[in-house]
């Protein structure tokens, strides 16, 4: 978790290169794995289905309104992520 202004911008530099790698063909799950600080990294970076309300806003919102198999970068904080979403679903709301 990054919690100093150095340590936020390490690692949006460090999120910046992964996408670069990611435009360049590299494999999400490769990439979670060696830069991933997460328990999701030994996953690919798999988050799994979730729904408005679960994760923080920032995260939650650039998570619904992303391009699919877009990657992007979100800041939180609990740091700075790379997001891949690779599907939705409509799920009614009653």
């Not at 799994?48 to 939650?60: H, L």
Request: hydrophobic share 40%.
């Amino acid at each position: 978790m990054a919690s100093t202004p150095q340590q936020f911008e390490d690692a949006q530099d460090t999120a910046e290169v992964i996408i670069a790698k990611l435009h360049n063909g590299q494999s999400f799950a490769a990439l979670a794995l060696q830069y991933g600080s997460d328990g999701t990294k030994t996953q690919g970076g798999e988050l799994g289905w979730f729904t408005r309300g679960v994760m923080v806003q920032p995260f939650e919102d650039s998570c619904f309104n992303a391009t699919i198999n877009k990657p992007l970068i979100v800041k939180t904080q609990f740091g700075v992520h790379v997001v891949n979403v690779n599907a939705k679903k409509d799920i009614p709301c009653y």
